[in-house]
């Protein structure tokens, strides 16, 4: 089964500073699906980046784009000029390109808070 | 349609008592999600419809919990004899195969 880190419960960055937010992941398999999604207190989870495994180009979506480094399984988020409306938890996701025994459904890591401080 | 509506957004129930909760997915997406959400946790995949075909269900966490999607279009989520455990957030998705999954706002079950 796969798993996903994140290993920062929190993290706090100044208004217009860059901060990256860091998940590893455990997997056998060579092609899948990362993601990172931003979920702000009491609303609902919202897409922010998404990356296929057999890219080599990091995805960049705005102010946010991705270190994606598959032989070490590593997949982290940088947010460029962060803004208050930044504020929230932060989750990193996995999902597989086969079907069956759960594998279409996201693994999450249990998410990085992070606080702009203004 | 602007995103996956999920309905109600809270609910508060009595241990015992059976609750369903009701998704409308993305109008083109053939797929539909449940994962339920703790505190302090990421999201935990319980489901899945492919159209009107739930393709996993080993996920589900006990044989309490069942969900239907009769008609390809909406589903629900049922919890029968609902226990203090199961008070968590209930998050519905939906997406197209190979695409990326969104989510709807939730319904938190509070069970006293």
């Known amino acids: 089964a796969q798993t996903v880190t994140q290993s920062q419960p929190e993290m706090s960055v100044q208004e217009a500073e860059t901060v990256t937010l860091s998940c590893t992941y455990d997997?056998?398999?060579?092609?899948?699906?990362l993601f990172w999604y931003k979920q702000p207190p009491s609303r609902q989870m919202i897409l922010v980046i998404r990356?296929?495994?057999?890219?080599?180009q990091n995805a960049t979506e705005n102010r946010f784009s991705v270190n994606f480094q598959k032989a070490a399984k590593s997949f982290s988020l940088k947010i460029s000029d962060s803004q208050l409306g930044d504020a929230a938890m932060y989750f990193c996701?996995?999902?597989?390109?086969?079907?069956?025994?759960?594998?279409?459904?996201?693994?999450f890591g249990k998410g990085t808070h992070l606080i702009i401080q203004p | 349609d602007t995103g996956v509506s999920q309905n109600p957004r809270h609910k508060i129930t009595k241990r015992g008592q059976n609750v369903t909760f009701r998704c409308d997915p993305i109008s083109e997406h053939n797929r539909l999600y449940w994962y339920r959400q703790t505190l302090g946790q990421g999201p935990e995949f319980l489901t899945y419809?492919?159209?009107?075909?739930?393709?996993?269900k080993s996920r589900l966490l006990s044989d309490r919990f069942s969900a239907e999607r009769p008609k390809g279009s909406f589903s629900t989520l049922e919890i029968q004899r609902t226990e203090q455990g199961d008070s968590a957030m209930y998050l519905c998705?939906?997406?197209?195969?190979?695409?990326?999954?969104?989510f709807g706002q939730g319904t938190r079950l509070t069970v006293v």
């Open positions: 998705a939906s997406s197209l195969v190979g695409g990326s999954t969104f």
């Open positions: 990356q296929e495994a057999y890219k080599q």
């Open positions: 419809f492919q159209n009107e075909a739930q393709l996993e």
């Open positions: 997997t056998s398999e060579s092609d899948y699906y």
């Open positions: 996701a996995y999902r597989s390109t086969y079907s069956g025994g759960g594998a279409d459904g996201l693994t």
